[in-house]
C-alpha cells in the first residue's frame, strides 16, 4: 500500500452519522454499509453548499480513546460555508488542521480494499515510529468515477 504525508487545514464535513466500534463492526451486527444505504438515499449534496462535492467523505471522528474504543463515523461532504440547516437532521463534524499520513488502498471491491487497508493501517500503527492523534481520521471517495466493483480510496490518518 502506498503512503505519503500531507498537511491538512482544518474543515468541517456534514452528513450522516452513527456512533460505533471495530469490534461491532466486523461482527453480525455492523451498522456501516446502513449508514452507506442512508447516505446514499438523502441527497446531501444537495442539501448544504459543498466544498467539493463530488468527494464523498467517510469520517472517524470523537474518538473514545483509541481504534479499541467508540468513534463516530459521518459519511457526506466537507462543506464550503460553515452553516448548519436546521432540521436537516445532518451532523456537522469539525476536523482541526493536522498532519496525515495518507494510505492509499490497491485497486479493488470496495468494501473488500478498504476493510484490508484498515487491518494493515492497524498494524502499521502497532509498530511505528508515527503516533495517531485520534482527532479525527477519513477515507475520500471520488464519485466522478466511483466503480464500487474496482475501486482505489485514499485513507487519512492524523498523526502527530
Do not use: C
Amino acid at each position: 500500500m502506498d503512503t505519503y504525508f500531507v498537511q491538512k487545514p482544518k474543515m468541517t464535513v456534514a452528513g450522516v452519522s452513527i456512533r460505533t466500534t471495530n469490534e461491532v463492526e466486523m461482527g453480525p451486527d455492523g451498522r456501516l454499509s446502513q449508514l452507506w444505504e442512508t447516505y446514499f438515499q438523502s441527497n446531501i449534496a444537495g442539501q448544504i453548499d459543498t466544498a467539493q462535492p463530488e468527494y464523498i467523505y467517510a469520517l472517524y471522528t470523537d474518538y473514545e480513546s483509541d481504534a479499541s474504543g467508540a468513534y463516530t463515523v459521518v459519511i457526506g461532504h466537507e462543506v464550503a460555508v460553515e452553516s448548519h440547516v436546521e432540521g436537516s437532521g445532518l451532523m456537522y463534524a469539525a476536523v482541526p488542521e493536522s498532519k496525515y499520513m495518507v494510505f492509499t488502498t490497491k485497486k479493488g471491491p470496495v468494501f473488500e480494499v478498504v476493510a484490508q487497508a484498515w487491518g494493515e493501517i492497524w498494524a502499521y500503527f502497532e509498530a511505528s515510529t508515527e503516533v495517531r492523534t485520534y482527532t479525527g481520521d477519513f477515507e475520500i471517495y471520488d464519485s466522478r468515477n466511483f466503480d464500487p466493483a474496482n475501486t482505489q480510496v485514499e485513507i487519512y490518518i492524523a498523526i502527530k
